[in-house]
T-cell receptor, first 110, second 115 residues
Framework: GNSVTQMEGPVTLSEEAFLTINCTYT??????LFWYVQYPGEGLQLLLK?????DKGSNKGFEATYRKETTSFHLEKGSVQVSDSAVYFC?????????FGSGTKLNVKP | DTAVSQTPKYLVTQMGNDKSIKCEQN?????MYWYKQDSKKFLKIMFS???????INETVPNRFSPKSPDKAHLNLHINSLELGDSAVYFC??????????????FGDGTRLSIL
């Protein structure tokens, strides 16, 4: 079957620290992988995506690489800002059905 | 212009009432979804429609009934509301049918509180 597992939060970091949020998946076929971000009181916004193995998605300083051998899609950012504080969701899309991880809350302190 | 808009943004009502949430997308997408997000932020798909046809119907009480008058609209009607229905409901849309795996675009959510 299809599923997504991501690290539990909350994750608390100081500004300019390095961020990693782990995400692993199980899937049949050839899924696409996504990271979404949800700011307080808002809906989810697509942050980045990768559609095939070894693709790297990137946006706003965030990156994630589709690793088929480790079935992972870890989110990274070299230097976080207070404005990055939000909930981050890893997601898998397969045959137009989406599977979301449980979300990881990130708190960035000045 | 808002891509996926849902109304109302907040809905406070009493147990046992019937309520509807409306969703419209102006992106020209073929597929629309309803999700329920609980207090722990866990996101669960409820329904998916592709070109006005139901393609995904997860295990959801039959008090919840989606209606899609056209492919730009997917409304959610809830009968006999219960305390456990309190959550944030998100509408989303994406382009393409089965297998396309295009990203979803989300509305801002409807915060439903049952008294």
């Amino acid at each position: 079957g299809n599923s997504v597992t991501q690290m539990e939060g909350p994750v608390t970091l100081s500004e300019e620290a390095f961020l990693t949020i782990n995400c692993t998946y199980t899937a049949t076929g050839y899924p696409s992988l996504f990271w979404y971000v949800q700011y307080p009181g808002e809906g989810l916004q697509l942050l980045l995506k990768a559609t095939k193995a070894d693709d790297k998605g990137s946006n706003k300083g965030f990156e994630a690489t589709y690793r088929k051998e480790t079935t992972s899609f870890h989110l990274e950012k070299g230097s976080v800002q207070v404005s990055d504080s939000a909930v981050y969701f890893c997601a898998l899309g397969n045959f137009n059905k989406f599977y979301f991880g449980s979300g990881t809350k990130l708190n960035v302190k000045p | 212009d808002t891509a996926v808009s849902q109304t109302p943004k907040y809905l406070v009502t009493q147990m046992g009432n019937d309520k509807s949430i409306k969703c419209e997308q102006n992106l020209g997408h073929d597929t629309m979804y309803w999700y329920k997000q609980d207090s722990k932020k866990f996101l669960k798909i409820m329904f998916s429609y592709n070109n006005k046809e139901l393609i995904i119907n997860e295990t959801v009480p039959n008090r919840f009934s989606p209606k899609s008058p056209d492919k730009a609209h997917l409304n959610l009607h809830i009968n006999s509301l219960e305390l456990g229905d309190s959550a944030v409901y998100f509408c989303a849309s994406s382009q393409g049918g089965l297998g396309s795996n295009q990203p979803q675009h989300f509305g801002d959510g409807t915060r439903l509180s049952i008294l």
